[in-house]
């Protein structure tokens, strides 16, 4: 069993960042693949980015590459996710999750421990 809590949501400018945080329970963290994903209002929740146990293997949705970064700290237990130059289409709760395969995945039917989610709000 893994807890998954994410924060570091709010409201911000458009071209304003945002540093979401998502800390995981237990002392298995660093053999967790993970991932973020985003849901807007009437939308299906999509893919944002990805990261492999050890950090150094990530993926990014085309429309945040260049602009977010995924990061991990398997001490902390937490996976992060730096937004920069964001925009009002960025708006929606985001989530983060434990991806459930052995091969890495970005699809979101191989993931699972969902946590809350935290909203983040771009104004323009």
């Known amino acids: 069993q893994v807890q998954l809590v994410e924060s570091g949501g709010g409201l911000v400018q458009a071209g304003g960042s945002l540093r979401l945080s998502c800390t995981a329970s237990?002392?298995?963290?660093?053999?967790?693949?993970m991932g973020w994903f985003r849901q807007a209002p009437r939308k299906e929740r999509e893919f944002v980015a990805a990261?492999?146990?050890?950090?150094?293997?990530?993926a990014y949705a085309d429309s945040v590459k260049g602009r977010f970064t995924i990061s991990r700290d398997n001490v902390k237990n937490t996976v992060y996710l730096q937004m920069n130059s964001l925009k009002p289409e960025d708006t929606a709760v985001y989530y983060c999750?434990?991806?459930?395969?052995?091969?890495?995945?970005?699809?979101?039917?191989?993931?699972?421990?969902w946590g809350q989610g935290t909203q983040v709000t771009v104004s323009s």
């Open positions: 999750a434990v991806d459930q395969t052995a091969w890495g995945s970005t699809l979101l039917r191989d993931f699972t421990s």
């Open positions: 990261i492999r146990r050890s950090g150094g293997l990530t």
């Open positions: 237990g002392r298995t963290f660093s053999s967790l693949a």
